[in-house]
């Protein structure tokens, strides 16, 4: 795996850099299913959470995969303030910083945030959601998840469905899969499409109904209920019925086809009720392997700073999971 | 009596180019032009073309109101240095330039400035786009021109009542005119975004706005200018729609101007990659379709005039990420180069882009634009347009540093600028 000293965007990574990540993530959890899931791996080590945006799984999910590697992680929650108003972003990094911490966990309603404040810091940064930008954590955990139950990704057929213009998960996730070689399609009406989708590596379609025989993951968007004012849809009753994964639809899911959502869902919108249970829904393990997969990235992050020590770095973690 | 040579030059000004020696009394006035000329004092002219004076139609001074992003002494700096010598003040200040007494305190701190600055006022009060400003009042103060910049007027009755009112202002000003000037952006449609609508937005999920809230404003324009024969004069026209449809309502005789931004036809929006908000701006960096339609229009004279939006805000204000950060970018120090660089015009249209046509524009062009002779204001540039430099922010004289050129290599340099007859650039160094 290349040096990575931040992690940003799924653009990031090569094949072989998530091929490295998702296999460390196998290791840890396995950790995470002994009777006490910690290892020492980074002990000494301090993790800031700064949350510009309520997150409360996410928040948990890093929370937990530092305290598993014996990591201390500090909670910083930043009240939004309007520009130029309170302390800069900058100001409030450098700050952090001084108090040295190894790595900044950064969620920010705005895009792009955490590349801003990479260049700020010594610490590495880690890119826990940014606006509708990125959220490559969830990513890996997505991909984790599918390579679990799928085997190798190359030429599976994933539909990404719902509100992607709106949705960092499904930038990352479109960029994720694609790069392991599956065949990715938006599901959308064009008012919840990005404007372009140039360079993507994906197609798009409003239909899902033409797509749902032949998919071997329908990955489904939470739908942005909060944005009602200038609404992209006449009625979320009627978004169900065109774009929502219905009951009538998930009967037509191949065999062994997963149905997913990163979370927190809106039963009887983008997913009806009784679709989310349903033994090939796969959601609560998503949550699992979040756990697992920021322990994957917060080792090769913080623990090893693999340009360094990259042979001895898994030697590192076998000693401390022997 | 003392008098000023600048010797060795190549005068340009609107009626053509020739080498000429210019000689400037204390008064403030051109006292000869002619070949082999000496004076009390004299500047090097070697290289250099001797144009009337800069014009820049917009730029924000910030005073009053936030003194810590610029003040109109510094502003004023920054713009001798880049060979202006007269600047529209735009009217977002806090408060808003939108009655005498504010107009008034502008004016009482220009007086000490090094570029003549020219307020402009706001045509609604409060710059709110509810009810007009008392136009007839600022036009009896002076002001001839009127914005809400900073935004655009939404509302299509305010907008022409505006226009319908401003044209029954003339006898106030005999022999003088007045514009509207707009920024052209329909919010609904522009809310929320941040750079410009397309592939680039859509890759590095910034919300975007497209190029349609623009155009369709420069559309409702065109057609109330048709309406009521008012002037009207287009801000920073950013895209190949406006251009076009300048285009069309020049050919159509409609009274209208528009100048271009130098960050328009100079960057796109591939530079918000970085997501640095130094290239955040409203309108936003375009496309390289836009920036070629944008150079086509100024090539052609669709586009009048070139100006710089320039728009200081303070580090800490651009510390922060893509969305929260303030649009705007410094541009008077740069101005001339950048125009120089990008631009393939011949010297004397870049000049009438810079100089006498927004001069005409905004009613300067007694005392700004030239012609160089006997008898005209000695407001004047020297300008090496061979030089090449490389932008630095440290260097600037701007309380602001956010150039979006920072570091770049441009061609084109003000050696010297004369404002009121007094040498207030030497060798690129402010006098005072």
Request: net charge negative.
């Amino acid at each position: 795996m290349k040096a990575l000293r931040h992690l940003l965007s799924m653009d990031d990574l090569d094949r072989d850099d998530i091929d490295y990540l998702l296999d460390l993530t196998q290791r840890y959890v396995e950790v995470g299913e002994r009777k006490i899931p910690r290892i020492p791996a980074l002990r000494g080590k301090t993790v800031a959470l700064v949350f510009y945006e309520d997150s409360t799984r996410t928040r948990i999910s890093f929370a937990t995969a530092a305290s598993r590697l014996s990591a201390d992680a500090l909670g910083f929650d930043v009240k939004r303030s309007s520009a130029n108003k309170g302390e800069s972003l900058r100001d409030t990094v450098e700050t952090i910083s001084a108090m040295g911490v190894h790595g900044i966990v950064l969620r920010h309603f705005g895009a792009g945030a955490p590349w801003r404040v990479r260049e700020w810091t010594d610490a590495s940064v880690i890119n826990g959601g940014d606006g509708r930008n990125q959220h490559p954590t969830q990513s890996l955990a997505d991909l984790f998840t599918a390579r679990r139950h799928l085997g190798e990704l190359d030429g599976k057929q994933v539909a990404i469905v719902g509100d992607v213009k709106n949705s960092r998960v499904a930038r990352s996730n479109a960029i994720g899969f694609a790069e392991m070689g599956a065949e990715v399609v938006f599901v959308a009406p064009q008012t919840l499409l990005p404007a372009s989708l140039e360079g993507w590596p994906v197609s798009a379609t409003h239909n899902l109904d033409e797509v749902v025989d032949e998919i071997d993951v329908c990955y489904l968007l939470r739908m942005q209920l909060e944005r009602q004012h200038d609404a992209p849809v006449p009625t979320l009753r009627e978004f169900h019925h065109e774009f929502g994964l219905t009951a009538a639809r998930a009967d037509r899911l191949k065999d062994g086809a997963l149905i997913m959502h990163p979370g927190p869902m809106n039963r009887g919108v983008e997913i009806a009720g009784e679709v989310a249970d349903r033994p090939n829904a796969v959601i609560t393990e998503q949550v699992a392997n979040g756990v697992a997969v920021r322990m994957a990235v917060l080792f090769v992050l913080i623990g090893s700073r693999l340009d360094l020590v990259e042979e001895s770095s898994l030697a590192d973690l076998e000693s401390a999971v022997a | 009596m003392s008098t000023l040579a600048i010797r060795g030059g190549t005068v340009v000004d609107a009626q053509g180019s020739r080498r000429a020696d210019v000689v400037i009394g204390d008064e403030g006035t051109i006292l000869a032009v002619g070949s082999g000329l000496t004076a009390d004092h004299e500047l090097d002219a070697g290289d250099c073309v001797v144009a009337p004076g800069l014009v820049d139609l917009h730029v924000h001074l910030r005073q009053p109101g936030n003194e810590e992003a610029e003040t109109i002494d510094t502003g004023a700096r920054a713009a001798a240095l880049g060979g202006f010598t007269a600047v529209v003040a735009m009217p977002n200040t806090d408060p808003a330039m939108d009655c005498v007494s504010v107009i008034s305190e502008v004016r009482a701190l220009g007086e000490s400035a090094i570029c003549e600055v020219v307020p402009s006022a706001a045509i609604s009060v409060g710059r709110r786009g509810e009810a007009l400003a008392p136009m007839a009042e600022l036009v009896r103060a002076g002001v001839r021109i009127f914005t809400d910049d900073g935004s655009g007027v939404q509302d299509d009755k305010l907008m022409r009542t505006a226009l319908d009112y401003a044209s029954s202002l003339e006898h106030l000003c005999p022999g003088e005119t007045i514009v509207l000037a707009q920024h052209c952006e329909v919010e609904s449609l522009s809310k929320g975004g941040f750079m410009h609508e397309g592939s680039w937005s859509s890759w590095l999920g910034i919300p975007g706005q497209p190029s349609e809230a623009e155009e369709l404003m420069v559309m409702r324009d065109i057609a109330l200018c048709r309406l009521t024969g008012a002037r009207v004069h287009f801000q920073h026209m950013s895209t190949a729609g406006s251009v076009s449809m300048i285009r069309a309502a020049k050919a159509a005789g409609l009274p209208v101007t528009a100048e271009a931004a130098t960050h328009h036809f100079s960057l796109t929006d591939a530079c918000c990659q970085s997501y640095d908000p130094v290239y955040k701006v409203h309108p936003p960096l375009r496309t390289d379709a836009d920036v070629e339609a944008v150079k086509a229009g100024l090539a052609d004279g669709t586009i009048d005039a070139i100006a710089t939006d320039h728009a200081p805000h303070t580090p800490k204000s651009k510390q922060q990420t893509f969305a929260d950060a303030p649009p705007g970018m410094l541009g008077l120090e740069t101005a001339f180069a950048v125009a120089n660089t990008y631009l393939d015009m011949p010297i004397e249209s870049l000049l009438g882009a810079m100089s006498w046509r927004p001069a005409a524009i905004c009613g300067l062009n007694g005392n700004h634009g030239g012609p160089v002779k006997a008898g005209s204001a000695a407001n004047l540039a020297v300008i090496d347009p061979d030089a090449a430099w490389t932008v630095s922010a440290a260097e600037s004289a701007s309380r602001s540093s956010n150039t979006p050129y920072e570091g770049m290599a441009l061609r084109g340099r003000v050696r010297h600028t004369v404002y009121k007859g007094e040498a207030v650039v030497i060798d690129g160094v402010a006098q005072r």
